[in-house]
């Protein structure tokens, strides 16, 4: 079926405004397309896409229109990111992490409204979120979202070593972030460090730092298998100090937050499906495009049409198919209301999810390879390199045996792994 907007393969049922958004999101895909192999080369995030975002008003996409922003939704983001990633899955994810800062403040805002926060500190939580936002939407800011660090730990999927120490006026960052797109691209960082004396998830607060900040580095770039124009490297903090206004440092804070969020983590997880989803769908077109334009010499026929290429073109639907209905299953659940089931099992499905969609979407990269033959393998070709950005998925966030491992212990004990966790 041919669709008016890339968007529709993985929503049929837009509604005027979502098509409205995802009309934005389709008027920039051949300018991502132009330079995705140049960007993948170099391994570089191609900055001049920082003003094609600007321009077509999607830096604050999923922005209340209040802060300047599009008024756009979860559905919004994983559209954008899906239509995305079928031409730069790089600059997809790297868009998404921009937007995902925003659940800082728009769960920030529920939060507060559910009364999470005593009277005396909803001001500040309020400020801090309205500081995100207009970031995004007013300001028209690129982000940069900075959680993950190197060292690991058995309880939790994030574990948060560096720490703020309070001074006067403000706090005193020091710490390693090893992973965060838009690294040295970012107007500023949102960075999730562990306040001074706490050895809980409680102590853990967000600070935001500017990327020309005193005492801010970059660490060595990175040189990774696919998805290598995210720039990605992350930054080295050597007593960065951040002013009060630009943090939210409230004991417990952090956690209201995630308890805020409908789905796991601080919410908007399933957008980064919907991009290795959208790298599958173009390995998918660019084989059967070959294929079919292609003929055999002795009977014209396509060769598209033997048995052998029927047989893969057969799987290929069926995983991409498999891939787009778990993915909207886990926007249904995030997404709908009233909602159609508690946090604890939307969690436990996205666990399930998460891995499904990534398997199903590279199992689609491997049959296209074979589809296309020898020829499909050049580094410079976008079956090649949709191959290597969806070997990503395979370890990014959770590998698919760690997340129907934490299914199942939810399923058999009721226990769900923890998110985040500090050194004390």
Not at 10 to 38: C, G, K, N, Y
Not at 295 to 312: N, V
Not at 378 to 401: K, Q, Y
Request: some cysteine; charged content about 25%.
């Amino acid at each position: 079926m041919t669709h008016k907007l890339t968007a529709e393969f993985l929503f049929d049922d837009l509604t005027p405004d979502e098509q409205w958004r995802a009309e934005r999101v389709e008027s920039i895909l051949p300018e991502l397309r132009a330079h995705a192999e140049e960007a993948d080369a170099s391994g570089r995030f191609y900055e001049p896409h920082r003003e094609t975002l600007a321009e077509a008003g999607l830096l604050g996409l999923v922005i209340p229109a209040a802060y300047g922003g599009l008024g756009g939704t979860l559905r919004d983001l994983a559209a954008a990111t899906f239509a995305m990633g079928t031409a730069c899955p790089s600059t997809a994810l790297a868009y998404f992490f921009h937007c995902s800062t925003s659940s800082r403040g728009l769960l920030a805002l529920d939060a507060i409204r559910e009364g999470k926060f005593r009277d005396d500190e909803a001001p500040v939580v309020r400020a801090f979120a309205e500081n995100v936002l207009h970031r995004m939407g007013t300001r028209k800011q690129l982000l940069g979202n900075f959680a993950s660090e190197t060292a690991k730990s058995s309880r939790s999927a994030v574990f948060i070593s560096t720490e703020a120490e309070k001074v006067a006026g403000g706090w005193i960052l020091n710490g390693v972030k090893s992973f965060g797109c838009n690294t040295g691209v970012a107007d500023a960082y949102l960075v999730a460090a562990k306040l001074k004396g706490y050895d809980t998830a409680e102590g853990l607060a967000m600070f935001f730092v500017p990327r020309d900040a005193p005492g801010v580095r970059e660490r060595p770039q990175w040189d990774a298998l696919g998805m290598r124009a995210t720039a990605s490297h992350g930054i080295i903090l050597e007593n960065v100090f951040v002013p009060e206004t630009e943090a939210l440092a409230i004991p417990g804070a952090f956690v209201k937050l995630m308890e805020t969020s409908r789905g796991s983590l601080m919410g908007n997880q399933p957008a980064i499906a919907a991009i290795y989803l959208g790298a599958a769908k173009a390995a998918f077109d660019d084989a059967l495009e070959k294929t079919v334009s292609m003929t055999f010499e002795d009977s014209g026929r396509p060769i598209a049409t033997s048995s052998f290429h029927q047989e893969l073109i057969g799987k290929m639907a069926m995983h991409l198919e498999t891939a787009r209905l778990w993915l909207r299953r886990q926007i249904d659940l995030e997404t709908h209301e009233p909602p159609l089931a508690p946090k604890t099992e939307v969690v436990q499905h996205w666990r399930l999810a998460k891995g499904t969609i990534s398997e199903a979407c590279f199992e689609v990269a491997t049959l296209a390879l074979k589809m296309t033959g020898t020829s499909g393998t050049a580094n410079r070709g976008l079956i090649a390199r949709m191959f290597r950005d969806i070997a990503m998925s395979l370890v990014m966030a959770f590998p698919a045996e760690r997340g129907r491992l934490e299914a199942a212990k939810t399923i058999t004990e009721g226990a769900e792994t923890k998110s985040f966790t500090v050194r004390a």
